[in-house]
């Protein structure tokens, strides 16, 4: 009901939400949704509840999600959201390997072509876990800077021996569809309890 009057005045106490709520998962979906509702006028509090990195990181993780939501739903607000994304993304040398992981996924959901050298720095210096967004030649496919076929010819010509035995190997011992499905459903799981897991003990050591 909130999110259908587009109230920017319940942003602020639905935020304050997020601590009654922290580990229920039917939460997460529902304040996204909420969010995205309200739309471009609840940028302003997103953005700043996003921007202080004494949130607790999931929480966190769930506004940036919201705000590339509200940037692909609400095309005079895209550049907006692409830049609050991007600006966290700057903090990379400190930003959690997962926090920075999904900054890149969304700004790639965003199709953000702006934000491709920094992203290409954060993956020089290794600042990010590559199973949340896929590696550097996914990102630069995803963004439109290369063809999947120009990248494919490409390893071919630098590793053919290897990249043939690299593809018979995937074919003996990859699992069947509905397997692997499951566990990338349960490798996401596994992520957002970890990633919950370490903003708590990051926020208690902050404040211990």
Not at 95 to 103: A, R, T, V
Not at 109 to 137: H, M, N, P, T, Y
């Amino acid at each position: 009901m909130l999110g259908q009057l587009r109230s920017p005045s319940a942003v602020e106490p639905l935020i304050k939400l997020f601590k009654l709520y922290d580990d229920w998962d039917w939460f997460d979906e529902e304040i996204i949704d909420v969010f995205h509702l309200i739309g471009p006028a609840a940028i302003p509090e997103l953005s700043a509840y996003f921007s202080n990195d004494d949130n607790e990181i999931y929480n966190r993780i769930l506004v940036a999600n919201t705000l590339q939501k509200i940037g692909n739903t609400y095309p005079e607000s895209r550049e907006r959201c692409i830049e609050i994304l991007i600006e966290e993304l700057k903090f990379y040398k400190k930003n959690d390997i997962e926090l920075n992981g999904f900054l890149v996924s969304f700004l790639l959901d965003l199709k953000a072509v702006q934000a491709a050298e920094l992203i290409e720095r954060v993956f020089a210096e290794d600042r990010i876990f590559e199973s949340i967004c896929g590696d550097w030649d996914r990102v630069q496919v995803e963004l439109g800077l290369k063809s999947r076929e120009s990248l494919r010819k490409n390893k071919e010509t630098q590793f053919p021996l290897l990249d043939e035995l690299l593809t018979l190997h995937k074919q003996e011992s990859a699992p069947p569809q509905k397997i692997r499905r499951g566990l990338r459903s349960s490798n996401r799981k596994i992520r957002k309890k970890a990633v919950r897991k370490r903003g708590r003990k990051n926020n208690s050591s902050a404040f211990g």
